[in-house]
Nanobody, 122 residues
Framework: VQLQASGGGLVQAGGSLRLSCAASGITFSGYAMGWFRQAPGKEREFVAAISGSERSTDYADSVKGRFTISRDNAKNTVYLRMNSPKPEDTAVYYC????????????????WGQGTQVTVSS
């Protein structure tokens, strides 16, 4: 199983950025996908998740209304659109996969990508 995250970089506060995560080695539509992030000196935290059927999404309160998670099951890819990012969104962002339903706790996810750095400048 491989999860390959991409799309990170430097973005100005108030701008926009889209992260992608391409999956291989799993039946993608059978897996919920999540995005987590970890800033230096902080614990890994939940950002957003989407069910395999796309019917269910969940967001951390800190990103609700600014970030949007989506997926394209034909391309085995999950996305995180980051609108109006803030400096406090600066972190390494990880995508993760778990069977079936969405979850907020990282230890419920079976597979992880390598992470992509997002830096938001003020």
């Amino acid at each position: 199983v491989q999860l390959q995250a991409s799309g990170g970089g430097l973005v100005q506060a108030g701008g926009s950025l889209r992260l992608s995560c391409a999956a291989s080695g799993i039946t993608f539509s059978g897996y919920a996908m999540g995005w987590f992030r970890q800033a230096p000196g902080k614990e890994r935290e939940f950002v957003a998740a989407i069910s395999g059927s796309e019917r269910s999404t969940d967001y951390a309160d800190s990103v609700k209304g600014r970030f949007t998670i989506s997926r394209d099951n034909a391309k085995n890819t999950v996305y995180l659109r980051m609108n109006s990012p803030k400096p406090e969104d600066t972190a390494v962002y990880y995508c993760a996969a778990k069977a079936w339903v969405v979850a907020r706790t990282w230890d419920q996810y079976n597979y992880w990508g390598q992470g992509t750095q997002v830096t938001v400048s003020s």
